[in-house]
Structure formats: C-alpha cells, structure tokens
C-alpha cells in the first residue's frame, strides 16, 4: 500500500506561494500532492522541496482531471492585494483580478467537492466593499455544500516574532465540523483589550511562544514618522515582536543595541534574488498557524 493510501489527509495546494501550507500540513503529519502556482520565483522554490509533487501554473488553466482524486484537503491563500486595507482608495474586492481568482478555486471545488477547505487572507477581505466580499465568499462556500466557520488569527501568539493577523477560513463538506477546528470547547476568557489573556495557540514547538526580545525591528519608512503612522504602524519596537513582514520588505532593518545591520546588506543575495525573497515571504501565510489548524482537523478526523 502506498504513503498516499496510508495518509488520512492528502492536501492540495493553490496560491501555493513558497509553501507555507504545505510544509504546515506534512509537519502535522499529511501529504502534499498537488500545488497550484503561477510565479515563476515561488515555482522555483516548490520545485526545490517538493520535486515529485504535481505542479501547476495558472489556475485558470487547471481542469479538475488535473486534481489527484485522493485530495481530501485543498488549501488557499487567494491574491490579497484587491482587498487589503494597505491599498486604501485602490480596493476593487472580488471584483479585481488578483483577489477574484478566488472564483477560479469555486470552479474547481464544486466539481470535486473535497472534505476540507481552509482560505486565508488579509483582515481587509472582512470590510472589503461594506463586507460584501465577504458574504459572497462565504455564501459561495455554502451552497457548495460546506459547512465554515472564520477566525482572526494572529503569528505572534503561535511562536513567531511577528504580529500578523490574518483571517483563516475553515470549510468541511456536508457538516459543521469546521467550527471544532478553529475554535475551542468552552467559554473564553474575556479581556479589557485584544492580545491580552489565556490562549492555548501555541504549537507543538512553541508551546508557550517567545520571551521578550533584545532585537529592534525597524521600518524602512520610519525615519520623519511618528509610530502610529501608516497601516503598517511605521516606527520601531523592541518588544519581542516586528512589523508585518510583506510584500515589499517593509520591516527593513532589524538590530541589537550594539550591532546594527539591514536585512537586505547582510543577506548576502542580489538585489533581485533579496527581491523576491521578501516579496515571497511577505505573501506568505504563517506555517506555525497552519500546522495548528492541520493538527485540528487531524484530531476531529481521529474522533469521526
């Protein structure tokens, strides 16, 4: 018998990016057989790690024969740039090219209808053209046949040293087990603001997150700025956190008191190579988050 028919979650991967689904899922202990990306850079590196994985390039492309049957789990962060508050005045929603592709992902799941479905995207999707965006997304979900269930997430609570929030979208076909995935049993505990208080997201590698730091993390765009300017909250901190790592390499420098140095200087890359680098991982979602929400639905599969 082989690993695939061993494995009770077979995942496929769309948006796939550099893989940060997919090493999620294989450190939670399923299989990645399918990936779907189309830039050329992040194509290179899933080719790197994942060499005998099936590879697509456009998703418009892609039929569902293109799928492994076997694939119970299909994953996607689908573009964010159309409906990030970072493009404030330029949000064209779902009606944009980039965060529209998310129709393409529907047109796939309605003929295959996997067991699992998790989404990921910016905070931005939730209020994006008056939360209609949203509404469509889920209701599209849903008369698919899915059960889903949302939740903010943030990094810096699952080990990493890095605010970022994100909202993941958990869908399980003809049930309602995807609220088992993100959300736990019992009350919470409230708080008097957000990020204080019990939680119990840390990872198997991280159970009780990072202490505090002697690193600064420094915005690029800092300097003439006050701290709260910006979307990104351009300034520096030392808290044992850094900014929002995207796209464009926002969180530029990062230094001990007494030995300072630029993340792309001392990276020792071209310019272009450092480039894409931080773009990749800018668009990247969280692993250690991922491998949670893995870790989730492997336990509601164990319990049935």
């Not at 959300?183 to 997150?209: I, S, V």
């Not at 790592?245 to 792309?264: E, I, Q, W």
């Not at 020792?268 to 450092?274: A, E, H, M, Q, Y």
Request: hydrophobic share 40%.
């Amino acid at each position: 018998m082989s690993k695939s028919q061993n494995n009770p979650l077979q995942v496929a991967s769309f948006f796939a990016g550099i893989g940060g689904f997919d090493l999620g899922f294989e450190r939670a202990g399923a299989e990645v057989v399918f990936q779907c990306e189309i830039d050329k850079f992040c194509r290179s590196v899933l080719q790197a790690h994942w060499p005998e994985v099936i590879l697509a390039g456009d998703i418009k492309s892609v039929a569902p024969k293109d799928i492994p049957q076997g694939a119970n789990v299909w994953t996607g962060g689908f573009p964010c740039q159309d409906v990030s508050l970072a493009n404030q005045g330029k949000r064209k929603g779902l009606e944009g090219e980039r965060s529209g592709l998310f129709f393409e992902f529907a047109r796939l799941v309605e003929s295959s209808r996997p067991a699992w479905l998790i989404l990921e995207n910016v905070p931005g999707l939730l209020n994006s053209n008056n939360g209609e965006d949203f509404r469509t997304v889920v209701s599209t979900l849903v008369e698919l046949g899915y059960g889903v269930s949302w939740r903010i997430l943030d990094a810096k609570y699952f080990g990493t040293p890095q605010r970022r929030r994100r909202v993941y979208i958990v869908a399980s076909y003809r049930s309602l087990r995807a609220g088992e995935v993100l959300f736990e049993a019992g009350a919470g505990t409230p708080t008097h603001r957000a990020g204080l208080g019990k939680n119990d997201l840390g990872t198997k590698r991280f159970p009780t997150g990072l202490g505090t730091s002697r690193l600064f993390s420094v915005q690029h765009a800092a300097i003439g700025r006050k701290p709260g300017a910006g979307p990104q909250a351009k300034g520096f901190r030392n808290d044992g956190e850094t900014y929002t790592l995207d796209s464009r390499g926002s969180s530029d420098v990062v230094c001990k008191t007494n030995a300072p140095f630029r993340v792309r200087e001392a990276a020792g890359f071209s310019k272009k190579l450092d480039s894409n680098r931080h773009r990749a991982i800018g668009n990247a979602v969280c692993v250690s988050v991922i491998e949670w929400i893995a870790t989730r639905i492997l336990e509601v599969e164990r319990l049935g």
